[in-house]
């Protein structure tokens, strides 16, 4: 159900969709429970009144950067002198150099999601956000709001939806620190803990009251007449509920003064959000978000029906809005926000009082001084000290004629001849001295400007003592040291303005759609909301779920400008160089999108063409080719599996001859064994019958010797006994003889 009604700034109509600005059921029962009454709202702006008084001197700050930086007194005095107003604006190029860093360091919003499952819902958004960025120029908002707190201390930012049809749907515009007040009493520099933030703008009468036809006739009577509680007893068919609130702005004690000009027919517009804080029931659900429980949300009753969550009682705020024209109540509203729509952004802030300040506070008295030693030496520079003596004139000069005449460029004064002092008659002090001193401090002076801002000469562009690259690189890198906190306080306003648009994109993608998201390379599109159903459970649910995904937004970590996009490309083709030819190939088209080249992405998709690379790993033609990769991987691991297990089938069939061989060759080997034996037992008994044989032939050859031996030693002595017979028959010869 989608209700029209007041949105988030003083001219807003936006369509919700029972996630939005909405006034419950709960409210119109009880219109007046928590709605915000005119008396609480006259102590709310007494309060404001009685803050300290900051945005004065917040408005000289500024002012002294426009360039205003003399008074009414002083420019008098100077102009009673001849000098005019002199004035060295040292302040504007030093904020300017500020500011110059925040445009070349700026960085983009990025949508993150805490899991990998909501990666295309995060980029989705990422999608959309960027698209949000552009077309409501928040970067120029933001920046408008850096300028004012690094100028004045403070800057806000409006994060809302656009009343008007034809443009775009969300608007992210700079608030000038006039319109805005807060709670002087919270702490916390995003307002998470302020009580109320208001809101003061004059419109014309028709004008707004377009915006609150119920209360048309009395706004454009608050504007037009001087007493126009008179026109009320001409109008018969005022309700009774217009004049309850008409009766409320006539018994304040709000001066007409203060809300209404009657003359050009304008009225003054408080839009106030506030905090009221209620005990109810939440619900905290599994993925981490917690909901306020309504007990006639059937979605709501289902969950708790299903025992997946249980009611739990809690204390807790929640925002309304409230518009008054003057101390007139034409609508006050619940919202289901968790922020205000107005972020602020701090500069520095007093430690005691809060008051916030900027750069140009701790600039202005050196300007001061500066701007009067200029004046001052202007002056010595044009002043003549003259001291004369009585008798040193001619009568033809008179003392009102010499005066004027030193005090040109081309003096000609007539002296007496037989004066007194001779050449010293007339001594003229031009005041030279003075104004070389003055120049000296003058100079440091100027240079306690940039001190006092932190702001380097090498940060400006400057030249300064650092003669070496290095030493220059240092003193930009320790000024950008002293912003520090300045820059950090920025960087966290810049994240929640990204948060808050989210939050709107959020509220409004709750049907099924279609994003395109440009990852840089390629485009390709993503479907959120998209309504399934679980098999097993049945329960109805959405895929890629825009309203439960865990998305945050943070701030890119390399800014986005064109000087930093070149130096990456020159780093990144300084680490092409060193690859292996086969890498930088594959590296090319990357480095192409990287370039300015203006058909840079055209190139580079040629390449991965010819290359055969997709160039996104999620567009459909890469899914599809990881399908058919992982089918075809499928098929190759079968195969592989199929082979695998024949060659096992193989090896065992092998190793089963092999067994069977080898117990064939075991049982061979072992019958082989038995007639080796056998036949090792025929050659033992070969071998014992030849050694007995060759015993036997021994012992014969034995005998046959000894017998011829014998047979010889027979034959040997019958020889001898021949021969000693013999030798006896010869000695018995010899004897005879």
Not at 460 to 488: K, P, R
């Amino acid at each position: 159900m989608k209700n029209v009604v007041i949105g988030t700034d003083l001219l807003d109509q936006e369509r919700i969709n029972g996630q939005n600005m909405h006034a419950s059921s709960e409210d119109k029962a009880k219109p007046d429970e928590c709605a915000l009454s005119v008396g609480q709202l006259e102590k709310w702006l007494e309060e404001i009144r009685n803050q300290p008084q900051w945005r004065r001197e917040a408005d000289k700050c500024v002012d002294y950067y426009d360039g205003n930086q003399l008074d009414a007194d002083t420019l008098e005095r100077l102009e009673s002198k001849g000098l005019g107003p002199l004035i060295t604006n040292l302040i504007a190029p030093t904020v300017n150099a500020v500011l110059g860093m925040e445009a070349k360091t700026r960085t983009d919003w990025h949508v993150g999601a805490d899991d990998d499952k909501h990666g295309d819902v995060a980029e989705a958004l990422n999608a959309k956000l960027h698209e949000a960025e552009r077309e409501s120029n928040a970067d120029r908002s933001n920046s408008d709001a850096y300028a004012a707190m690094i100028k004045a201390g403070f800057g806000a930012v409006e994060v809302s939806r656009e009343s008007n049809p034809f443009k775009f749907p969300y608007r992210v515009d700079y608030i000038h620190r006039s319109e805005l007040f807060w709670d002087w009493h919270c702490k916390k520099p995003d307002w998470s803990d302020a009580r109320y933030v208001v809101r003061k703008k004059q419109f014309d009468a028709d004008h707004i009251a377009s915006f609150f036809p119920d209360f048309k006739d009395v706004i454009k009577a608050a504007g037009n007449w001087r007493d126009w509680t008179d026109y009320l007893t001409f109008d018969s068919r005022m309700s009774a509920d217009l004049l309850h609130s008409i009766d409320q702005g006539i018994r304040t004690s709000w001066d007409d003064l203060d809300w209404r000009d009657v003359t050009r027919q304008r009225v003054v517009c408080y839009e106030v959000w506030y905090r009221v804080w209620v005990r109810g029931l939440v619900l905290k659900l599994p993925g981490g978000r917690t909901l306020e429980f309504d007990p006639k949300n059937k979605y709501h009753r289902a969950v708790v029906a299903s025992g997946v969550v249980q009611p739990q009682a809690a204390v807790y705020d929640k925002i309304r809005c409230a518009f008054y024209i003057g101390p007139i109540r034409v609508r006050d509203m619940a919202t289901n926000k968790r922020r205000f729509p107005y972020i602020p952004f701090y500069g520095y802030r007093e430690d005691l009082t809060g008051v916030p300040y900027g750069l140009i506070r701790s600039m202005v008295s050196p300007q001061d001084e500066i701007n009067a030693r200029t004046a001052r030496m202007m002056w010595l520079l044009n002043s003549r000290r003259v001291m004369i003596d009585e008798d040193a004139l001619s009568d033809k000069n008179s003392h009102s004629d010499v005066s004027r005449e030193i005090a040109r460029a081309d003096a000609y004064i007539i002296t007496r001849p037989n004066r007194a002092n001779g050449a010293n008659a007339i001594r003229i002090d031009d005041n030279m001295a003075l104004s070389q001193q003055q120049f000296s401090v003058m100079q440091e002076r100027k240079a306690a400007i940039q001190e006092a801002a932190g702001v380097y000469q090498a940060m400006m562009g400057q030249q300064s003592n650092a003669s070496s690259g290095l030493a220059i690189q240092s003193l930009v890198e320790q000024g950008v040291t002293t912003l520090a906190e300045i820059n950090d306080n920025y960087r966290m306003s810049r994240r929640a303005v990204g948060e808050a648009l989210l939050d709107l994109i959020k509220e409004d993608t709750i049907e099924q759609a279609e994003v395109l998201v440009d990852t840089g390379i390629v485009k390709r599109r993503v479907v959120v909301n998209v309504p399934r159903v679980d098999p097993e459970t049945g329960q109805k649910y959405k895929e890629n779920d825009v309203q439960t995904a865990p998305v945050k937004v943070a701030l890119s970590d390399v800014p986005s400008t064109p000087t930093y996009r070149q130096q990456q490309f020159g780093q990144f083709a300084e680490i092409l160089k060193s690859m292996p030819p086969d890498y930088q190939a594959l590296l090319v088209p990357f480095a192409l999108e990287m370039s300015d080249f203006s058909k840079r992405k055209e190139m580079a998709e040629f390449l991965r063409k010819k290359m055969g690379i997709l160039a996104d790993p999620n567009s459909p033609e890469a899914k599809q080719q990881e399908q058919v990769q992982q089918q075809v991987q499928a098929e190759t691991m079968q195969l592989e599996k199929a082979k695998a297990e024949a060659e096992v089938a193989e090896k065992q069939a092998r190793a089963q001859k092999l067994s069977a061989e080898a117990a064939t060759e075991q049982m061979e080997a072992q019958g082989g064994q038995n007639k080796q034996a056998e036949y090792q037992l025929e050659l033992e008994k070969e071998r014992m019958r030849q050694e007995t044989e060759l015993k036997k032939a021994e012992i014969k050859e034995a005998g046959e010797l000894e017998r011829e031996r014998l047979r010889l030693r027979a034959s040997k002595v019958e020889e001898l006994e021949k021969d000693f017979a013999q030798l006896t028959e010869e000695i018995n010869q010899q004897t005879l003889q």
